[in-house]
């Protein structure tokens, strides 16, 4: 759901908004602004430079690249209620945290993105955010995002070792499934409708529907 690529110029001062290019809006974020390490990023977001603005912006970290994310929209924010709905119900507390577009740092990557919903691992993670490691599903809800969301996203997240990566396909009322990353590509992909039964690998038992998901996410 990344549309906008931000610069920001020290910590002391208040980022300027490059005007979206066209690649941001469909498969991969353009490169031309300058790129920052993963110890930059901390230093910026501990300076609180995106916090300057009221309503502060949100934020992802994308190959050493800020990016404003865009806005959530009413069936967007409807699927993401009922993914976390469904993660309390069936992730148990003690073995597993579900968090709702927090960070999570990708592995050899400077890339910190914030998905939609993030399942993990509590604790080991070093005082830091978690981490790919941690991480047994990553979900996306794809809105106006969805090529962004199947193509540049996908790899972000398979080169950078997320397991398990969902993406809700919200106007086809879809989820498409994919696991088995390997060198920057998932070896499985499918897609599941309606009634169909599906659960992440790392949770059998966390089993789900895009019915179930989808079915109340249309406007009345």
Not at 16 to 41: G, K, M, N
Not at 85 to 100: E, K, M, T
Not at 111 to 136: F, M, Q
Request: charged content about 15%; overall charge negative; hydrophobic content about 40%.
């Amino acid at each position: 759901m990344s549309t906008t690529l931000v610069q920001p110029q020290t910590p002391a001062v208040a980022p300027s908004v490059a005007a979206p290019p066209a690649a941001a809006l469909s498969d991969v974020p353009s490169p031309r602004l300058a790129q920052f390490s993963i110890e930059q990023y901390h230093q910026i977001v501990a300076a609180g430079v995106f916090g300057m603005e009221q309503p502060p912006r949100r934020i992802e970290f994308l190959e050493g690249v800020f990016v404003e994310m865009s806005a959530v929209g009413y069936r967007h924010r409807q699927v993401i209620d009922e993914l976390m709905y469904w993660a309390l119900g069936a992730f148990p507390r003690d073995a597993w945290h579900a968090s709702v577009q927090q960070p999570i740092q990708l592995i050899n990557s400077r890339s910190v993105p914030e998905p939609d919903l993030a399942i993990y691992r509590p604790g080991g993670w070093g005082g830091n955010h978690p981490k790919a490691e941690h991480a047994g599903l990553v979900i996306e809800v794809a809105d106006s995002t969805l090529v962004l969301d199947l193509g540049y996203k996908m790899r972000l997240y398979a080169k950078g070792g997320v397991a398990e990566y969902w993406v809700c396909d919200v106007a086809n009322k879809t989820i498409v499934v994919h696991r088995a990353p390997e060198n920057g590509r998932y070896g499985s992909i499918e897609s599941f409708t309606g009634n169909a039964t599906v659960a992440p690998l790392a949770l059998p038992t966390a089993v789900v529907t895009p019915e179930a998901i989808f079915g109340g996410s249309h406007e009345s």
